[in-house]
């Protein structure tokens, strides 16, 4: 029980790190709203929209039936996202945030899983920014918070890792009950995939390995880096570190080859709240690096 004390005394989460985390999540929702008007988003369903069984109307219903379009509220949440991306008072955007994810994952087509897991690790983050008191999410804030607060932000923090954790579980298991991930062919049928599929000219690429037993190696290596991943809610630091950076690898491959890149940055976002250090500092690295070039004489540019 003092052990648990201490860390929670020694917690920190409102970090330049804790920034970048969820400046990365924002980004995700933000790039799919820039680049999918509402005709996309809405496809067949813009005026047949369901609300009758949400106990929160979302966005959308809200403005249903009335002069305002399904254009404007997206033009307003890109602007909401924007303030929140660059990291401006969490304490108001990050409930707003999470309102504008379980809108989109509630009232818009969605078929890649990513707004779903936004909309998880945004309501999951609401207690955390509440409490945040910076102006912004990229200052540093002093370790002298009191230990309540402190210890609901360690509570949500570490229910966020654990739902990373199950979401890598979860994804490897559903694979091994699957007959093509279990004969190693699933990722033949996901590149020949007519939605998720990769363009010809990387089938091309990739032709050598999709049709022969390598297929097998590259397939099974997926679901075991899964469970690797899952694993990792109880290593060292050292090894969480090696596994972020497998992680982050799987999820660009993904980003460049099936080209969801909007599940890609909420998967990345995950694996840093999951993995990373808080106290990760970007910025001192940078000055590390660059006094290290000063004492070799090398001249940043």
């Known amino acids: 029980m003092n052990k ?12 330049t790190m804790f920034g970048y985390m969820r400046s990365l999540l924002i980004l995700a929702t933000l790039l799919m709203l820039v680049f999918n008007d509402t005709s996309t988003l809405f496809s067949y369903s813009q005026y047949s929209l369901s609300c009758d069984n949400l106990f929160v109307p979302t966005a959308f219903c809200l403005v249903d039936n009335t002069t305002f ?24 955007t990050g409930i707003i945030h999470w309102y504008i994810c379980y809108s989109i994952q509630s009232s818009a087509l969605t078929i890649d899983g990513g707004e779903q897991i936004a909309t998880v690790l945004s309501f999951l983050l609401i207690p955390i920014t509440l409490l945040d008191r910076r102006k912004n999410h990229f200052i540093n804030q002093n370790n002298d918070i009191k230990f309540f607060n402190k210890t609901i932000v360690f509570l949500f923090f570490n229910l966020i890792r654990i739902q990373v954790c199950l979401i890598y579980l ?4 559903a694979r091994l009950k699957n007959k093509e991930w279990a004969d190693g062919t699933a990722i033949y049928y996901f590149f020949k995939d007519p939605i998720f599929g990769i363009p010809d000219w990387e089938q091309q ?10 297929l097998i190696i590259i397939t099974w290596s997926v679901t075991m880096l899964e469970l690797f991943l899952a694993a990792n809610i109880f290593t060292t630091k050292k090894l969480k570190m090696y596994a ?4 982050f690898l799987l999820h660009i491959g993904i980003m460049f080859t099936i080209g969801i890149w909007t599940f890609g940055l909420v998967m990345l976002s995950a694996l ?16 590390i690096m ?12």
Do not use: H
Not at 79 to 92: A, E, N, R, V
Not at 244 to 247: E, F, K, S, T, V
Not at 272 to 287: M, R
């Open 69 to 92: 379009s399904f254009e404007l509220i997206r033009y307003i949440m890109i602007i909401i996202l924007l303030i929140s991306l660059l990291g401006f008072y969490p304490k108001y």
């Open 205 to 214: 690429l990739f032709s050598p390995f999709l049709e022969t037993n390598i």
């Open 170 to 173: 979860n994804a490897a298991i």
């Open 4 to 15: 648990l004390i201490e860390r929670i005394e020694k917690f920190n989460p409102w970090t």
């Open 290 to 301: 660059s006094f290290r070039n000063k004492r070799n004489g090398i001249v940043n540019i």
């Open 272 to 287: 840093l709240f999951y993995l990373a250090p808080l106290d990760f500092n970007v910025i001192k690295i940078k000055n």
């Open 244 to 247: 972020l950076i497998l992680g």
